[in-house]
């Protein structure tokens, strides 16, 4: 399984910082198209997706979560910082799962 980030050029640099190599970085309004091309791939396993790309494809990739199990979304902040309406279901689905909000 593969990971690769969903982002944009500024984020791609940081993820490629970490180690990430499979990068890709939608032109404007082909966001849709690459996340297409990203749905049909089956050896992913963690998609870093960054909060506004999740917010342009929208319904899309809450559907695609509900779906499957496997990749794991992360959707991370870009150069602007978290959005104030961002919601984490990261920490969501923890809090479900235990039961208790994390610190």
Not at 26 to 33: F, L
Not at 55 to 74: A, W
């Amino acid at each position: 399984m593969k990971i690769i980030g969903f982002c944009d050029r500024e984020t791609a640099i940081a993820l490629k910082l970490t180690g990430i190599k499979d990068i890709i970085i939608p032109a404007e309004g082909e966001e849709i198209k690459q996340w297409n091309k990203i749905e049909e791939q089956e050896d992913i396993g963690i998609i870093f997706i960054t909060e506004e790309l999740a917010d342009k494809i929208g319904k899309r990739l809450r559907e695609y979560s509900l779906r499957n199990l496997i990749p794991i979304i992360i959707e991370i902040p870009d150069k602007k910082g978290r959005r104030k309406e961002h919601i984490d279901y990261i920490s969501y689905l923890i809090k479900k799962a235990v039961g208790v909000e994390r610190i």
